[in-house]
């Protein structure tokens, strides 16, 4: 009852990480279309966050001596990596491919889980995988504008392979004695990719005038600032300590297939606020994007198989099993989504939660 209770939990939490993301490019598309370059509000979003996080990192500054290689590879990978690849990627190839690329990461999980952790995964969470990103294709239309750009697309999968280390690292250490507090991780996380992103943004060029002023959101005035509010606390603090919690909770592979609910959210919240129409192959898709995180999110992590070892009886076999079922036990009961995402003008480039603004 107590693990089945604690998987509801991280569901609620990877659902309610992924509709916090989701809802990052409703926000800053009305104000990269009152001037800001989209970089300067990925800036503002990842400095906006650490400064919040910022009591919360002293709290935890323990972590600087005992994690630094995890602090560090959550920042560059999950915060600045999963930013600058799809940027870069979207400069040459559509945002729908490069978005399709990116949410392929739930299936690199898979793999990472199967060849390099080299721990079963079930048949169900790899059918969810299929059908996710099966239904994404058709969430962001990825048939539309296809050109070939293999420099483009290996951009995007560069932006694919960092998301998977946001999924790999939320999960690490949960099985260990001595556990990396999930909001020390995200705090640091948050100020390393800060400071990263304040040399490549170069804030200081950005236009702060149009934080002071309104913003047009579908024909209502917003205050730029609320909307700024919005994607630092909600999509940004918010969204990645329940992905982190979720993470820990289920396990890499379920949560990731749960992520791509993401680009089904913002693509409704671009419909409903934005007057961004979905067509019937978004709706199709998305519903097959559902179907398909909830066959992942309802299997459950296999135990590692049990294998004879040279020269031990049976009995060392099932101790082995055992122990591995524990360690999985372990993994599953203990955010981070980078990041949010896009800068275009249609839903598929809202879709990206954690990719950009």
Same mark, same amino acid.
Do not use: N
């Given at each position: $009852?107590?693990? #089945?209770q604690?998987?509801?939990?991280?569901?609620?939490?990877?659902?309610?990480?992924a509709?916090?993301?989701? %809802?990052?490019g409703?926000?800053?598309?009305?104000?990269?279309?009152?001037?800001?370059?989209?970089?300067?509000?990925?800036?503002?979003?990842v400095?906006?966050?650490a400064l919040? $996080?910022?009591p919360?990192?002293?709290?935890?500054?323990?972590?600087?001596?005992r994690?630094?290689? *995890?602090?560090? %590879?959550? +920042?560059?990978?999950?915060?600045? +990596?999963v930013?600058?690849?799809?940027?870069?990627?979207?400069?040459?190839?559509?945002?729908?491919?490069?978005?399709?690329?990116?949410?392929?990461?739930? !299936?690199?999980?898979?793999?990472?889980?199967?060849f390099?952790?080299?721990?079963?995964?079930?048949?169900?969470?790899?059918?969810?995988?299929? @059908?996710?990103? %099966?239904?994404?294709?058709?969430?962001?239309?990825?048939?539309?504008?296809?050109?070939?750009?293999? =420099?483009?697309? @290996?951009?995007?999968?560069?932006?694919?392979?960092?998301?998977?280390?946001?999924f790999? *690292?939320?999960?690490?250490?949960?099985?260990?004695?001595?556990?990396?507090?999930p909001? %020390?991780?995200?705090?640091? &996380?948050?100020?390393? +990719?800060?400071?990263?992103?304040?040399?490549?943004?170069?804030?200081?060029? $950005?236009?702060?005038?149009? @934080?002071?002023?309104?913003?047009d $959101?579908?024909?209502t005035?917003?205050?730029?600032?609320?909307?700024?509010?919005?994607?630092?606390?909600?999509?940004?603090?918010?969204?990645?300590?329940?992905?982190v919690? #979720?993470?820990?909770?289920?396990?890499?592979?379920?949560?990731?297939?749960?992520a791509?609910?993401?680009?089904?959210?913002?693509?409704?919240?671009?419909?409903?606020?934005?007057?961004?129409?979905?067509?019937?192959?978004q709706?199709?898709?998305g519903?097959?994007?559902?179907?398909? !995180?909830?066959?992942?999110? /309802?299997?459950?992590?296999?135990?590692?198989a049990a294998?004879?070892?040279? +020269?031990?009886?049976?009995?060392?076999?099932? &101790?082995?099993e055992a122990?591995?079922a524990? #360690?999985?036990?372990?993994?599953a =009961?203990?955010?981070?989504?980078?990041?949010? /995402?896009?800068?275009?003008?249609?839903g598929a480039?809202?879709?990206?939660?954690?990719?950009?603004?």
């Amino acid at each position: $009852m107590h693990a #089945s209770q604690g998987r509801s939990a991280g569901l609620g939490l990877a659902l309610a990480s992924a509709f916090a993301f989701g %809802g990052s490019g409703v926000a800053a598309k009305p104000l990269i279309e009152a001037g800001l370059d989209p970089l300067h509000v990925v800036w503002l979003r990842v400095a906006g966050a650490a400064l919040v $996080m910022l009591p919360v990192a002293w709290r935890h500054r323990d972590l600087l001596r005992r994690k630094p290689a *995890l602090l560090v %590879g959550f +920042g560059l990978l999950a915060i600045v +990596g999963v930013q600058t690849f799809y940027f870069a990627a979207i400069s040459r190839i559509p945002v729908g491919v490069a978005l399709l690329i990116e949410y392929l990461a739930p !299936a690199l999980v898979l793999g990472w889980v199967r060849f390099v952790q080299r721990r079963p995964v079930t048949r169900a969470a790899a059918l969810g995988v299929v @059908l996710a990103a %099966g239904g994404l294709a058709c969430v962001v239309q990825v048939w539309s504008g296809l050109t070939f750009d293999l =420099g483009g697309l @290996l951009l995007a999968l560069a932006a694919a392979c960092c998301q998977v280390g946001y999924f790999v *690292l939320s999960d690490q250490g949960a099985d260990e004695a001595e556990q990396a507090d999930p909001l %020390g991780v995200i705090a640091y &996380g948050l100020l390393i +990719g800060a400071l990263v992103l304040t040399a490549v943004a170069r804030p200081w060029s $950005m236009d702060w005038g149009v @934080l002071g002023g309104r913003v047009d $959101m579908d024909g209502t005035s917003v205050p730029a600032w609320l909307l700024l509010g919005w994607i630092v606390l909600i999509a940004t603090v918010l969204a990645y300590v329940t992905g982190v919690i #979720s993470v820990r909770r289920l396990s890499p592979q379920v949560a990731g297939v749960v992520a791509c609910l993401e680009a089904v959210i913002a693509t409704v919240l671009a419909w409903i606020l934005l007057g961004e129409h979905l067509g019937a192959p978004q709706i199709i898709g998305g519903a097959v994007v559902l179907v398909g !995180a909830f066959i992942a999110q /309802s299997s459950t992590p296999k135990a590692p198989a049990a294998g004879p070892v040279a +020269g031990s009886g049976p009995g060392s076999g099932s &101790g082995a099993e055992a122990a591995g079922a524990g #360690s999985d036990a372990a993994g599953a =009961g203990s955010e981070v989504d980078a990041l949010g /995402s896009v800068s275009g003008a249609a839903g598929a480039e809202l879709s990206a939660g954690r990719t950009a603004p």
